[in-house]
């Protein structure tokens, strides 16, 4: 029963610690000239350019839930 305790809170703090990893990383897909992730798109050309992310009502959502689910998961 111990063991299984333990073992619970380590996949809890495990997911924890993704889930502050994936809200604050700042580069989720990269290639040669393109960065992106969940809050800004940046071009590395010669004028570095970083523009806001879509704003799509599905995208703003998503940064909805996961600065609540980081909330919620302090709390």
Known sequence: MLLLLLGIIV???????????????????????????LWQNCTSGSPFQCLASSSNEWLQSVQAMMILSVIFSVL
Do not use: K
Request: aromatic share 8%; no cysteine.
């Open 11 to 37: 996949l809890h703090v495990t997911v924890l610690v993704l889930l502050f990893v994936s809200t604050i990383v700042s580069q989720w897909l990269v290639s040669s000239e393109h960065t992106a992730d």
